[in-house]
T-cell receptor, first 115, second 112 residues
Framework: GAVVSQHPSRVICKSGTSVKIECRSL??????MFWYRQFPKQSLMLMAT?????????EQGVEKDKFLINHASLTLSTLTVTSAHPEDSSFYIC???????????FGPGTRLTVL | QQQVKQSPQSLIVQKGGISIINCAYE??????FPWYQQFPGKGPALLIA?????SEKKEGRFTISFNKSAKQFSLHIMDSQPGDSATYFC???????????FGTGTRLQVTL
């Protein structure tokens, strides 16, 4: 149980394009999902907290117009990187919190490369 | 107040040895302390977690030791195996907040 999937696992795009990443909780309902960014050999940096049916809460320094988050259902949250630039290249990871448990369960991550 | 300090940054252990990773926190409101294991190119996986009402929790070869008065907790990996080579993150959360505060990570390498 507590499986979280992400799609796509890898994406390469041209500078200026937008990229959408999906995060799904497969076997539980997640009222809260989180989006992280991770640079090589570094820890996870929380970008935003996403609650189903409401606007996401962004961490300080994260541009909400750049990183659009939608959490339309209890099992799906999406992150859209708008007008991507090479500096947006990173490993993006989502996690979902199971209301029945304390833990957060992470997706496998999405490697974004912006050329 | 929100920091979780993790050490060492990297660790090399021989096969069969004990790997020990330490974390310290300042926020006394933290009441949930998980450890995550991450392999290269993969998302973190929940390994084991503890609440502060117990001083130790063991699951297989993995043990968390918790010292509430010192505000420290550690992960012990007994009989370390090459397959344990990964990056390990400690984290902490308070009951009033959903988000986890992560340590900086420890890269563990288990040699033959």
């Amino acid at each position: 149980g507590a499986v979280v999937s992400q799609h796509p696992s890898r994406v390469i795009c041209k500078s200026g394009t937008s990229v959408k990443i999906e995060c799904r909780s497969l076997d539980f309902q997640a009222t809260t999902m989180f989006w992280y960014r991770q640079f090589p050999k570094q820890s996870l940096m929380l970008m935003a907290t996403s609650n189903e049916g409401s606007k996401a809460t962004y961490e300080q320094g994260v541009e909400k117009d750049k990183f659009l988050i939608n959490h339309a259902s209890l099992t799906l949250s999406t992150l859209t990187v708008t007008s991507a630039h090479p500096e947006d290249s990173s490993f993006y990871i989502c996690s979902a919190r199971d209301q029945r448990a304390l833990g957060q369960f992470f997706g496998p991550g999405t490697r974004l490369t912006v050329l | 107040q929100q920091q979780v300090k993790q050490s060492p940054q990297s660790l090399i252990v021989q096969k069969g040895g004990i790997s020990i990773i330490n974390c310290a926190y300042e926020n006394t409101a933290f009441d949930y302390f998980p450890w995550y294991q991450q392999f290269p190119g993969k998302g973190p996986a929940l390994l084991i977690a503890i609440r502060p009402d117990v001083s130790e929790k063991k699951e297989g070869r993995f043990t968390i030791s918790f010292n509430k008065s010192a505000k420290q907790f550690s992960l012990h990996i007994m009989d370390s195996q090459p397959g344990d080579s990964a990056t390990y993150f400690c984290a902490a959360k308070s009951g009033t907040a959903s988000k986890l505060t992560f340590g900086t990570g420890t890269r563990l390498q288990v040699t033959l």
